[in-house]
């Protein structure tokens, strides 16, 4: 059975304190790149698995339920690696 991944993001905890409009970035389309750049880097982790990436109120992420893993470590480790990237942030 295909392991299940879920994770939830927040435009506040994707900025953090800067207001995207004051600083020349498309928050909606910079919120859709994040989503599927780390979807991708999810696939290409787990192939096999079922990924829903979405953006809520929440900032968490669970594997089959987990969210206190080894495995759950390693994927917040991935998704902080995305979002340090800033290759999804999109301009204005």
């Known amino acids: 059975m295909a392991q299940h991944i879920k994770v939830e993001f927040s435009r506040d905890g994707l900025f953090g304190a800067i207001n995207p409009g004051d600083e020349g970035i498309n928050a909606e389309a910079s919120a859709a790149s ?13 192939p096999n698995a079922d990924i829903e990436v979405i953006e809520t109120i929440n900032d968490r992420h669970s594997i089959d339920g987990q969210t ?25």
């Open 68 to 92: 206190d893993t080894i495995e759950c470590r390693y994927l917040g480790a991935l998704i902080n690696k995305v979002w340090e990237s800033y290759a999804w942030e999109v301009p204005a």
């Open 34 to 46: 994040f989503s599927e750049n780390l979807t991708n880097a999810i696939y290409d982790e787990y």
